[in-house]
């Protein structure tokens, strides 16, 4: 069953307004459409976790920082669509500009902290506009649960700051990364990928699985990270904007496995740039954590 499809704020009001007359919790998977495995993943969670779900579609040009970057995206509202419709989400959220930013806006949300370094080191404004949009999102929806995906493992983080920082009346559910069979992160970039390019990328995820098994037997982080470098490198990837070993907890850098922590990268294959993120915990922890 196809999901209605949502345009205007007073209707998505009068939508959430019936719902929570009748106790409903909602649930809401913010998106910018291109709709993957990954995103379907986080509406089936949503779907075990609310009794009315909301899916968003918004192309946010508040978090890109290359006018070519935003005119590129793709806009697959047809397809995304279909996909959602075996799922039977309650509304498909698909607001024009003026339901998000209304003449004169204004105000914009910037969280500090967490959004510095890594992607926000080389995105400019960046997570201003994805804090802004997703402040938005989560009053608009007035949702009770949002999922966002671990893979941008930073936006995640942003999220949960501004929600506990604003003190909005939401749970951020973080909900693993989904990947393709050879290991590579699912992405709606990875369409962009030559045929040669794509049989290149798994590189990247197998250079952070062999750092984080280095590191837990022992091996100092530098080295390890080192190591990783020079692996995505060898691997056929042009570049590596970034590859750190942060706290999962504060996203402070880490010179240890001593905690819970991420390794984080983006790096640049065939011109195009792709992130990723596993997590690293230390032996002792791992030990006894339940099985």
Known sequence: MTAPIVRRLAELRALTARWR???????????????????????????AGADRVIVTIFVNPRQFNNPDDLANYPRTEGSDAAKLAPFAVDAIYVPAPDQVYPEGFATTVSVSGVSEGLCGAHRPGHFDGVATVVTKLLLQTQADRAYFGEKDFQQLMVVRRLVRDLGIPVEIVGCPTVREPDGLALSSRNVRLGHTARAKAPALF????????EMSEGA??????GEARAA???????????????SAATLAPLQALSEPARLLVAAHLDGVRLIDNVPAVPQRAAAFAPS
């Open 21 to 47: 007359a009748e106790g409903a919790r909602i649930g809401v998977v913010p998106t910018m459409g291109a709709l993957h495995a990954g995103h379907l993943s986080l509406v089936e969670a949503a779907k």
């Open 206 to 213: 197998a250079a952070l699985t062999r750092a984080v098994k």
């Open 232 to 246: 995505v490198l060898a691997g056929g990837y042009s570049d590596v904007e970034y590859l750190e070993f942060r």
């Open 220 to 225: 100092p982080v530098g080295q390890a990270l």
